[in-house]
């Protein structure tokens, strides 16, 4: 089992930076995948960006391509997104999940299969 802990969120203005950390509890954090997710009001869950457990493979949706990156430091038992060049239809609340490791690249975009999930944290972009 694995505990998880966001924090970063914060307001900021449009173009804007924000890094997101996800502290994960346990011994096991390098062997699951990572997954970022959003909700903004009134919508559903959206997938942002995922990283395997060993940091070999990313997956991006496509609106946040090139502007994100993920990323983990098994050492630290975290992960990281770094959000750049933020829009205001980046506002939502932000949560990091894991999972076990997934048996193919389109499970990475779905959040049902990710197991654990932390509390969120929210970012909002100003214009």
Not at 12 to 34: I, K, N, P
Not at 39 to 68: C, H, I, L, N
Not at 73 to 83: E, I, P, S, V
Not at 85 to 95: C, G, I, Q, R
Request: charged share 20%; glycine share 12%; with cysteine.
């Amino acid at each position: 089992q694995v505990q998880l802990v966001e924090s970063g969120g914060g307001l900021v203005q449009a173009g804007g930076s924000l890094r997101l950390s996800c502290a994960a509890s346990g011994r096991t954090f390098s062997s699951y995948d990572m997954g970022w997710f959003r909700q903004a009001p009134g919508k559903e869950r959206e997938f942002v960006a995922a990283m395997t457990w060993s940091g070999g493979r990313t997956y991006y949706s496509d609106s946040v391509k090139g502007r994100f990156t993920i990323s983990r430091d098994n050492g630290k038992n975290t992960a990281y997104l770094q959000m750049n060049s933020l829009k205001p239809e980046d506002t939502a609340v932000y949560y990091c999940a894991a999972s076990r490791p997934l048996k193919s690249s389109s499970y990475y975009s779905s959040d049902s299969e990710y197991r654990y999930w932390g509390q969120g944290t929210q970012v909002t972009v100003s214009s």
